[in-house]
């Protein structure tokens, strides 16, 4: 099992309901590190195997792994 980082971007209309949104997304098995509401968007991180799943929650838009870059 490999941990992925992720953007999970959220429906307009839900985002009155970031708390709920949020439970979901922890009950799927995502862990949260921050919570950006002006954009609409959570990062975290969710098993990859899990990482479907969280495309069917209600109120969520995308889900994205985050890109990683290095710099020497």
Do not use: Y
Request: hydrophobic content about 40%.
């Amino acid at each position: 099992m490999t941990e992925t980082r992720i953007l999970v971007a959220i429906k307009d209309e839900f985002l009155g309901q970031l708390p709920k949104v949020c439970h979901r997304l922890q009950s799927a098995g995502m862990s949260i590190n921050d919570v950006l509401s002006t954009v609409g968007t959570i990062t975290g991180s969710i098993d990859s195997e899990n990482l479907a799943t969280l495309r069917t929650i209600e109120g969520v838009a995308s889900v994205e792994q985050e890109e990683e870059f290095f710099t020497s």
